[in-house]
């Protein structure tokens, strides 16, 4: 007898910085109605996290084409950014 298990995949960005560097976190800005800032007073750091699927497709993925990111993390982006893409396209 076998068990049909689902998943299910939560996507997100998020970019993590120490609180003191609020001008690249936000520090309170407005982000367009896009994410939200969490506090991590374990790491004393500040993320600003992006989960809507749309807001990821519409906002984040044409961010990055346009400010490209450099070495690993230009490999590590193109992999998410694929993996974005199959999720939109509902081939994952």
């Not at 001008?23 to 500040?46: E, H, M, V």
Request: aromatic fraction near 14%; hydrophobic fraction near 35%; proline fraction near 4%.
């Amino acid at each position: 007898m076998s068990t049909l298990q689902r998943f299910t995949f939560i996507v997100l960005y998020s970019i993590i910085r120490p609180p003191h560097n609020e001008s690249r976190t936000g520090g309170g800005r407005d982000f367009g109605g896009i994410g939200y800032i969490k506090l991590q007073p374990s790491n004393r750091a500040a993320s600003f996290v992006v989960t809507k699927l749309e807001d990821l497709v519409n906002i984040i993925i044409p961010h990055f084409d346009t400010y490209y990111l450099r070495s690993e993390k230009g490999r590590d982006y193109f992999i998410w950014k694929t993996c974005i893409k199959l999720i939109e396209n509902k081939a994952h």
